[in-house]
């Protein structure tokens, strides 16, 4: 979950480098290839982040279908956690 929340911001600034360079870049040759570097960045990292996600949901299918649920009752107390300090944060 942790990983989940740094990729997205890391995620958020290859994208807008990426946009940047499509948006305000002037196509030069050397723009060319920095522009191709982006490109591949962010499919690496679309792949990375994918993988992450697909392995939070056979954890949680893992959790669901367990015989105990050890397992089940760790993720949800992980998320309670984070759902109290969210609810019960005190706005100024």
Known sequence: ??????GSSFGQD???AL???LRFGRMKKRDQ???ILHVGF???YVLIHA???FCQLIA??????????????LLVSNNFA???STVFKRFR
């Open 19 to 21: 946009y940047s360079n």
């Open 60 to 73: 949680f299918n893992v959790a669901l279908n367990s015989a105990s649920y050890t397992l089940l009752h």
């Open 51 to 53: 993988f992450i996600l």
């Open 82 to 84: 984070e759902l109290k």
């Open 33 to 35: 290839v920095k522009v």
């Open 42 to 44: 962010s499919q690496l």
């Open 14 to 16: 290859i994208f807008d």
């Open 1 to 6: 979950e942790i990983f989940d929340k740094l």
